[in-house]
């Protein structure tokens, strides 16, 4: 990564929201409120090089939308519950609709992480 040592994060979590994410973050309006919070994830292993690729090989269930979170568009994967660094980043095939008493699913192999 551009010359620099990376350590690996303890931990992944999976932010989503409306808008198309960036690989600063930018462009994605995370949900805020209404029952939301970022989800740990976890993903299988690496196959391939040149690019390599993984997929989440967990399903990860947000709690039940407490208020309108509209349709989710775009995901980034950070290492840490909030704030934290953006890791990778990109759009649901298809967006969901969360309403009040809705609940996320992004089932597993939904997420994919390419690296050239």
């Known amino acids: ?28 309006s995370e949900i805020v409120g209404s029952g939301y919070a ?8 690496v196959t391939g090089g040149g690019p390599s690729q993984t997929v989440n090989n967990v399903e990860v269930l947000f709690d039940e939308a407490s208020g309108l979170w509209g349709d989710i568009t775009g995901w980034i994967i950070y290492d840490a519950p909030s704030g934290g660094n953006p890791y990778y ?15 996320l699913v992004v089932r597993t192999g939904t997420l994919r992480l390419t690296e050239n």
């Open 89 to 103: 980043y990109g759009n649901f095939d298809t967006p969901e609709n969360i309403n009040n008493g809705d609940q």
């Open 1 to 28: 990564m551009r010359g620099v040592n990376v350590t690996a994060p303890v931990a992944l979590y999976l932010a989503v929201g409306t808008g198309t994410p960036t690989n600063t973050g930018a462009g994605l």
């Open 38 to 45: 970022r989800k740990p994830v976890a993903f299988g292993a």
